[in-house]
């Protein structure tokens, strides 16, 4: 038996997931049955119930978290926002609802919620938003995927450059040229000795798919969206570059499907590029997750 927060497992087609309610409803496991998780196993810290509002790189920085209704920690309105938003720390409702399972997360003044549904080797994801007031916000996905080196990242072919949001030791500037920069491969996995990390993001996307592929073994992880309703894709690589406050350091890819940039709710107030939810008006959109064999279509 594993110890920490109980875990709800959800079969279906040929995809097991296992979800945290403790943990705003984070995935833990995501595999073909028998498989391996593609969703990175806790590299620090083991899975507990996290401190509300807590900081995030305190806790398991692992699996596939929500981020809503900001990513990097802000104040807007007078309201102090933490780190990774508030959901994460936050314990969710989780139920069966036929063949699909629901995952309520209540939060300050709105209600954050996902329902999950397996076709074969895909997972579907449909999300829901709700205020109860008037509220500007910002929604990522935050999915810390396995990684072995060689990985290759795939982007829509129209992403030519990337926005930089932050770079350890500033090693990049503000914008860099997809998938080949200064004469070095972005879109492919270097060993954790490579020392880097940076969150980038893609501008305005046409096409809605994102992927990760891994040569070895011909398999890879592909994310399909409408980009009218998730018209960005955040990127972070951290290739042993992160955390800078400790010598223990991660090696992660997270493809990061999302309603905008920069990661702070407060800038993209400024920017114009956060949503607004209106007093019990639902916001919804969705994404699919498919395990596949071959080279993705992207």
């Known amino acids: 038996m594993r110890a920490g927060p109980d875990r709800v497992a959800f079969f279906g087609g040929d995809l097991e997931v296992e979800v ?19 969703l990175l196993e ?33 104040n807007v309105g007078g309201h102090a926002l933490p780190d990774h938003g508030q959901t994460w720390s936050r314990p969710a409702r989780v139920t069966h609802v036929g063949s699909s399972l629901r995952i309520d997360s209540e939060l300050p003044g709105a209600r954050f919620s996902r329902t999950l549904r397996v076709h074969g080797s895909t997972l579907e994801i449909e999300y829901e938003a709700v205020a109860s007031t008037r509220m500007p916000a910002l929604w990522s996905s935050h999915p ?21 949001e932050w770079s350890a030791n500033g090693a990049l500037d503000a914008r860099v040229d997809w998938p ?7 879109d492919v996995v270097q060993p954790p000795s490579a020392g880097r990390a940076h969150k980038l993001f893609t501008d305005t996307l046409t096409e809605g798919a994102c992927a990760l592929y891994d040569p070895s073994r011909d398999e890879s992880l592909t994310f399909t969206f409408d980009p009218r309703e998730v018209p960005c894709v955040g990127l972070w690589v951290c290739e042993g570059g992160w955390p800078t406050s400790r010598a223990s350091k991660h090696y992660t890819v997270a493809l990061e499907p999302c309603s905008g940039r920069p990661d702070s709710l407060a800038d993209a107030v400024a920017l114009g590029t956060a949503f607004v939810l209106e007093p019990e008006v639902p916001r919804r959109w969705r994404m699919a997750l498919m395990l596949s064999h071959g080279r993705p279509q992207v």
């Open 42 to 74: 806790p590299p620090d810290f083991a899975h507990r119930v996290a401190d509300v509002d807590g900081a995030f790189d305190a806790h398991d920085t692992s699996g596939f978290d929500e981020c809503f209704p900001t990513v990097a920690a802000c």
């Open 20 to 38: 945290i309610p403790a943990l705003g409803g984070k995935l833990s496991v995501l595999r073909r049955r028998g498989g391996q998780n593609v």
């Open 144 to 164: 810390l995927l396995a990684v072995r080196p060689g990985m290759e990242i795939l982007l829509p072919r129209e992403v030519r450059s990337l926005f930089v």
């Open 180 to 186: 080949v920069h200064d004469g070095v491969r972005l």
